[in-house]
């Protein structure tokens, strides 16, 4: 008779899966804990675009794993998985090893879905990895510096047309993004940055609709057109066919057709292939196709796995895709799988909704902050970079990249060599614990005392 096996098996890297691995370790406990992810690196999804713009360094955004785990006793395993065994209790991987769980913790998102739309799979750049951040990053170099070569004008606008389609929030923060960043960029080749064109291709009439970032709408189209380029929206634009060097949309009934060699894809997601291969029933999952689980975040029927992130719908309480809530289910199962090993009681997971952050072009965002007050502009990014950078994944990760920020944000752009003692002083204050804190509030009270000036 074979000895039970006491370990508890994490599949899945992101958020959920990395934030469950980190407080079991913080938490001691008592089982040996297998993380396994096919990627090197964790991705700070919500930063990608920081990385991509060169506003924050790869270690930053995409720390690798045996970084941040190192010292903590969780085993990390790259490789990818080929099948979960929830009867057998068993993980098969590609490279043919397996690894057998007392417990199970799925935390495998969610990945790009093209809705079958003709040619977006092979034409359009998806925006979800650090590989698809440098793909994306070579191949608009190489399209800007084709273009200052070129002497046909219909070739160079086609070079420097680029078509994100989806109105979404990743859409508008890519479309934002770019608004600003490709401007400099071929300025700085010599070219003419007014020939640069980005166009926000929405199948809705509005952007966010939908949306958690929904109350941002009137902000961000404001934002929008504040950039280095203004933005074209283009909404009631269905996209019908992507090529490689076009795309074909439905607007009004008409079929348009808009030269561009790059399309840039953020228009949805669908459920992980292994959570939809599981043999879960259809009545156990939502209408994504998403697995329902307890309050506590097991399986309806498998209790000994938990399951957290976007791969998941908790039953009676909806909440959205995002890291905050990822992350916060991440913790709660770890509290949840130290409880079930010690034998008491599991507790239900409460998540709370801190607001929402925008990314709205460089050093621009903004902020809904519990729902009842919204930022915009450098105040709005400060929060938004400060609440990101505290919630990195390692006491060590958190100060390393909040000094570089601090350094960036302080001594390069707030520092006036006229008036070094009293701002050394102020950067002096804001280093440590507090620092994102301090920085927002003295925007926010600064900006609420020229709004009370005014009125």
């Known amino acids: 008779m074979n000895s039970p096996v006491y370990q508890t098996v994490i599949v899945g890297g992101g958020f959920t899966g990395l934030f469950t691995a980190l407080h079991l370790a913080h938490e001691h406990y008592p089982r040996s804990v297998i993380l396994i992810d096919q990627n090197e690196s964790f991705c700070f999804k919500p930063l990608l675009y920081e990385y991509f713009s060169g506003e924050m360094d790869a270690f930053q955004v995409v720390p690798r794993f045996v970084e941040l785990l190192k010292g903590s006793g969780v085993i990390f395993v790259q490789d990818a998985v080929e099948s979960i065994d929830l009867h057998q209790q068993q993980v098969k991987l590609a490279s043919g090893n397996s690894y057998n769980y007392s417990n199970l913790v799925l935390a495998l ?66 479309a934002a993004t770019l608004a600003d960043l490709l401007p400099h960029w071929y300025t700085a080749m010599g070219g003419n940055s007014s020939e640069i064109r980005v166009v926000l291709l929405n199948h809705g009439q509005e952007i966010l609709n939908g949306d958690i970032n929904d109350p941002l709408r009137p902000i961000a189209e ?52 292994l959570i939809k291969d599981l043999p879960i029933s259809q009545e156990h999952r ?25 791969c998941v719908a ?23 799988l130290k409880a079930l090993a010690l034998g008491e009681n599991l507790k239900p997971v409460k998540v709370n909704l801190r607001g929402t952050l925008l990314k709205l072009g460089l050093n621009d965002a903004a902020a809904n902050l519990f729902n009842v007050f919204e930022v915009a502009g450098e105040s709005g990014h400060l929060i938004r970079q400060g609440t990101y950078l505290t919630l990195l994944p390692t006491p060590i990760h958190d100060f390393k990249a909040t000094t570089e920020w601090v350094d960036e944000e302080i001594f390069h752009h707030h520092l006036d060599p006229h008036d070094v003692g009293k701002k050394v002083v102020q950067a002096v ?10 920085l927002a509030a003295r925007k926010l009270l600064k900006m609420l005392s020229s709004e009370d000036k005014r009125d």
């Open 222 to 273: 404001k934002e929008l057109q504040k950039r280095t380029i203004p933005i074209e929206i283009l909404t009631g634009a269905e996209a019908t066919t992507i090529h490689a060097n076009a795309i074909e949309y439905k607007r009004n009934e008409q079929i348009e057709t808009l030269p561009t060699s790059t399309a840039i894809w953020t228009a949805g997601t669908s459920i992980h292939p």
């Open 286 to 310: 939502d209408r994504h196709n998403r697995l329902l689980v307890t309050p506590t975040m097991q399986l309806l029927d498998f209790p000994e796995v938990f399951a957290g992130g976007d």
């Open 429 to 438: 204050e804001v280093v440590g614990a507090g620092v994102m804190g301090i």
């Open 314 to 336: 908790v039953q009676d309480n909806s909440l959205p895709p995002t890291a905050q809530v990822a992350y916060q289910q991440g913790a709660n199962i770890a509290q949840n």
């Open 109 to 174: 998102g969610s990945v790009t879905s093209y809705h079958h739309l003709e040619g977006a799979k092979e034409y359009a750049f998806p925006f979800w990895t650090e590989a698809d951040a440098i793909a994306l990053d070579r191949h608009l170099g190489d399209c800007l510096q084709k273009a200052i070569k070129t002497e046909d004008p219909e070739q160079r606008r086609q070079l420097l047309t680029v078509v994100v389609v989806g109105g979404g929030a990743s859409g508008v923060e890519m």
